[in-house]
């Protein structure tokens, strides 16, 4: 009788069905160590972000460019009513305030010429920034100052300034001066309560004494040191815009679109032109007291790697279980098939060179490509685990799983590089690797 029960016993336990239980739990515990090399990559790529954070703060930071604009002071008055302590009487006294009008170019065109800085390298992150150099044409049309309700013996011509507001004014490389119809004016920083943007204002002029025609032409280049993006406000009534750059990967964002017929995008960098109309934005050409706030009308193209190493790393682990999970039920169908056993320790053995790949990937990937780490850490995982499954299986079943390791690492590549038919040729993969699972296996006794 007890010979009959540890019969039974034994039967149950070498049962297919038990067997692919045990090696369905172990994929799941084999998750665990999965999550943790996944919370590895992530604490990398924050620390490559506080890195790159570090960096461009010194070395410079985004672009805004919101400018040139003309400023003409004029006196504003105000009444107040005074009371006579002894008689009662009220008088009216008037107090003479200075305020400010402000007046957009009629044309504004500009064209940078943005080029990459890889030399900036903190340990092993190389940090790429960028230099830009942007110059800047137009012309100041007539100020209505009707439109204002402003008079003109209130008006102070001689006070007249131009008024650059730009973020970036530590990382600005250039002497900072602006030709007026050809009168040269220097600018220099001024202090203002603006969290966002810093101001830069030139000498005081006449503007009556400058004036030609009606018309002030303006002309002045900027050197920047900056990272991630580069963008502008569409001051001008017609605002033309050229950036020209050596970066191969721009992604043009803001309120307005680059032109598509002159817009260039190749591996030796890009050309984007954008032309706006007055009548193409909400705001007005002049304004009272304070420079308004326009950064919703923003564009421009930003800088950045579409797809940095932690990415393409965060993406591959993503696929972890898959990997796991197929390799054991190639093994699995194996050992089905050739009634050959696999202790579980084997499996954990095999599992666990699997989750070594991900470790590999991104020590390698931070010292040299992820293409380059990808092969070498696929390339030893491969060798290692048919060596292993060669003192456990025949020569002819190990060359198999050598195979299949290989095609199965090739495809994640794949599906990792693409972008816009990742997911269309994940599903047709999966599907003819259910196909042939259902095929290797449709023979099999599962009792």
Known sequence: METQFNQLKNSFFQSTTVKMAVVGFLTLILLIPLEFVKSLITERSIRKKEVVEEVSNLWGKDIYFYGPILKIPY??????????????????????????????????????????????????????????????????????????????????????????????????????????????????????????????ESDKFNYNSLNKNNTIAFNFTMEYNGSNSIRFIPIGKKSTINIDSDWDSPSFEGAFSANDTTKIIDKKGFHADWKILDINRAFSQQHLNKIPNLNEYSFGVKLIETVDEYQQNERASKYGFLVIGLTFLVFFLIQSISKINIHVFQYSMIGLALIMFYTLLISITEHSSFTFAYIVAGIAVVIMISLYSKSILNNKFSGFIAIALTALYTFIYVIIQLESYALLVGSIGLFAILGAVMYFSRKIEWK
């Open 75 to 200: 006196k504003s008055y105000e009444e107040y009513n005074i009371a006579n302590p002894r008689t009662g009487a009220i008088t009216i006294e008037k107090k003479v305030i200075t305020k400010n009008a402000f007046f957009f170019p009629e044309n504004f065109n500009s064209k940078t010429n943005a080029r990459k800085n890889t030399s900036l390298k903190r340990g092993i992150y190389n940090n790429v920034v960028f230099t830009a150099i942007m110059n800047f044409k137009g012309n100041f049309g007539k100020p209505n100052f009707e439109k204002l309700g402003i008079k003109a013996e209130d008006l102070l011509w001689d006070q007249a300034s131009i008024v650059v507001k730009t973020t970036n004014l530590k990382s600005i490389k250039s002497d900072l001066n602006i030709a007026l119809n050809n009168q040269k004016l220097n600018f220099e920083s001024k202090s203002e309560d603006d969290n966002f943007y810093g101001t830069l």
